[in-house]
Nanobody, 126 residues
Framework: QMQLLESGGGRVQPGGSLRLSCSGSEVTLNDYVIGWFRQVPGKEREGVSCINSRDGNTYYAESVKGRFAISRDSTKNTVNLQMNSLNSEDTAVYYC???????????????????WGQGTRVTVSS
């Protein structure tokens, strides 16, 4: 069973930036649709950004458009999420997710996921 591992979370001041990375254990992430989700207590896990490596399509939630950028690093077998202009509403646990057969939009909008990472915490606070 594939395992996903997130890294790069932490605490940052409002307006700051963080870069999250998702790596795969014994799998090639290019063969999957990979997404980033986030969750705060009492709320559903929401799709932030997803990427389909096969066709290059990406999806961004409205709340992060223009601030976040998802990308693949094939040499390192990672999918990264660059997060800029962070604000308090971005505070959450961020999860990496994978599915082999869905689309970027379907994964993010309808949580079509077959594997989850353990999550990494992002705190935006002064």
């Amino acid at each position: 069973q594939m395992q996903l591992l997130e890294s790069g979370g932490g605490r940052v001041q409002p307006g700051g930036s963080l870069r999250l990375s998702c790596s795969g254990s014994e799998v090639t992430l290019n063969d999957y649709v990979i997404g980033w989700f986030r969750q705060v207590p009492g709320k559903e896990r929401e799709g932030v950004s997803c990427i389909n490596s096969r066709d290059g399509n990406t999806y961004y939630a409205e709340s992060v458009k223009g601030r976040f950028a998802i990308s693949r690093d094939s040499t390192k077998n990672t999918v990264n999420l660059q997060m800029n202009s962070l604000n308090s509403e971005d505070t959450a646990v961020y999860y990496c997710a994978a599915d082999r057969f869905t689309s970027a939009q379907s994964m993010c909008r309808f949580r079509v996921v077959s594997a989850w990472g353990q999550g990494t915490r992002v705190t935006v606070s002064s």
